[in-house]
T-cell receptor, first 109, second 115 residues
Framework: GQNIDQPTEMTATEGAIVQINCTYQTSGFNGLFWYQQHAGEAPTFLSYNVLDGLEEKGRFSSFLSRSKGYSYLLLKELQMKDSASYLCAVMDSNYQLIWGAGTKLIIKP | GAVVSQHPSWVICKSGTSVKIECRSLDFQATTMFWYRQFPKQSLMLMATSNEGSKATYEQGVEKDKFLINHASLTLSTLTVTSAHPEDSSFYIC???????????FGSGTQLSVL
């Protein structure tokens, strides 16, 4: 079956760095997405990786290793507003998105 | 990035009434749109996949006669919750894809409360 795993919850300190991991097993691979979702709001797009390596975009970076079925989202210089759920999703061979359950990130002062 | 507009943001209705939610892609043509629901503190659950000009594909356990989806054009999909009941109260979110391998962009969501 298809499966996306990410931690349920993480806690970090304001100003620090946090890495949210995502492992996947899917039928084919056409890219991996990271989304941020604040409570009561729709997800917002953060990143898309289809090739191995690190993609940096401001304070957020996303890494992909297709051979390991692994990705991480790296958040630097954490701010209180980064408290949210972070969703990992993989597009399979049928171009369907398989979603992880999300990682709730709690930022403490 | 691409913009997806979803309307309304909030709906409060009486049990037994029908509610229509619209999802529009504003600056791109979306051949495929998706409808999700999300209960508090839970992950997104895909309800159905909507392709322009054809019938929607519903996920297992989703009643197609209750959740009517119409994808009449490349920029508009609607979800109608027919004869809504309190257990249908949820956060409904649409998304649209710019192509087979394109990005997926979300509407702002609709919070439905059925009294």
């Amino acid at each position: 079956g298809q499966n996306i795993d990410q931690p349920t919850e993480m806690t970090a300190t304001e100003g620090a760095i946090v890495q949210i991991n995502c492992t996947y097993q899917t039928s084919g691979f056409n890219g991996l997405f990271w989304y941020q979702q604040h409570a009561g709001e729709a997800p917002t797009f953060l990143s898309y990786n289809v090739l191995d390596g690190l993609e940096e975009k401001g304070r957020f970076s996303s890494f992909l290793s297709r051979s390991k079925g692994y990705s991480y989202l790296l958040l630097k210089e954490l701010q209180m507003k980064d408290s949210a759920s972070y969703l990992c999703a993989v597009m399979d061979s049928n171009y369907q998105l398989i979603w992880g359950a999300g990682t709730k990130l709690i930022i403490k002062p | 990035g691409a913009v997806v507009s979803q309307h309304p943001s909030w709906v409060i209705c009486k049990s037994g009434t029908s509610v229509k939610i619209e999802c529009r892609s504003l600056d791109f043509q979306a051949t495929t749109m998706f409808w999700y629901r999300q209960f508090p503190k839970q992950s997104l659950m895909l309800m159905a996949t909507s392709n322009e000009g054809s019938k929607a594909t519903y996920e297992q356990g989703v009643e197609k006669d209750k959740f009517l989806i119409n994808h009449a054009s490349l920029t508009l999909s609607t979800l109608t919750v027919t004869s809504a009941h309190p257990e249908d109260s949820s956060f409904y979110i649409c998304s649209a894809r710019t192509g087979d391998a394109g990005g997926l962009f979300f509407g702002s969501g609709t919070q439905l409360s059925v009294l």
